[in-house]
């Protein structure tokens, strides 16, 4: 029983703390102008997690143009929001001591074709292993960690870009990297009650990157997408 209630507070705790991220996501678009700063992002962020939740998850990351090939570019600097950037947030709320974890990319006032193409190519593959996810749940037969990291690794380099060089994803405990990791050496399985992330990328150093992150609740018969912030191409 006490497992039970510790586990329900957990999936309260971080959808709560999720739907505090899809705020803090609505609340930060119309501070990106040009000139603006990663540094003043940043602390824009970080003020609204802290008066809306228990404080940050994580340390912030907001990347701009070149900078959002790091994979956690976790030092902001002075760099300028510039017209044709990227533009990568990742973020996450704390509720009951649990986090919440989102990464989205955007561009500023045009995108080129390669930047879109680098964009469809990581929403495809989040949405390759999402679906995957959602067949194996339906027909409540057991999920592989290896084979949802596959499904999206393959497409991404199928699509002639680098393969991820980190996991599609990690479990989410009272830390925000806890437990499992969806990885090509993974030999661990997903159960109902589980909270991960999926977070396929592309990197390109000196052009920039795109990620895409939601955390995912599994359950006995189908998964919830906890974190519900827009994933079309924006450009603001």
Do not use: W
């Not at 209630?5 to 971080?14: C, E, L, P, V």
């Not at 292993?129 to 949802?148: G, H, M, Y």
Request: glycine letters at 6%; one cysteine or more; proline letters at 4%.
């Amino acid at each position: 029983m006490a497992r039970l209630a510790r586990r329900k507070d957990k999936i309260y705790s971080i959808k709560k703390a999720c739907r505090i991220g899809d705020k803090c996501f609505n609340f930060i678009l119309p501070f990106l102008e040009e000139d603006v700063t990663e540094i003043e992002i940043v602390k824009l962020i970080n003020v609204f997690l802290k008066k809306k939740s228990e404080g940050i998850a994580f340390k912030t990351i907001v990347a701009f143009g070149e900078n959002s090939a790091e994979i956690h570019h976790q030092n902001p600097t002075n760099r300028k929001l510039k017209k044709g950037d990227f533009i990568m947030l990742d973020f996450g709320a704390r509720i009951n001591g649990y986090p919440s974890d989102m990464t989205r990319t955007l561009f500023f006032k045009k995108a080129t074709n390669k930047q879109v193409d680098l964009y469809k190519t990581v929403l495809e593959a989040q949405k390759k292993a999402i679906d995957l996810l959602e067949s194996f749940a339906k027909k409540q037969r057991s999920i592989k960690t290896f084979d949802v990291d596959r499904i999206a690794r393959e497409f991404i380099v199928s699509k002639k870009f680098e393969p991820m060089p980190h996991s599609l994803g990690h479990g989410i405990g009272k830390k925000v990297h806890s437990g499992l990791r969806l990885s090509p050496k993974s030999k661990t399985y997903l159960k109902p009650g589980m909270i991960f992330s999926i977070e396929p990328a592309i990197y390109i150093k000196g052009f920039g990157g795109v990620r895409i992150e939601d955390l995912i609740l599994l359950t006995e018969t189908k998964i919830k997408i906890l974190t519900n912030s827009p994933k079309n191409i924006i450009i603001l």
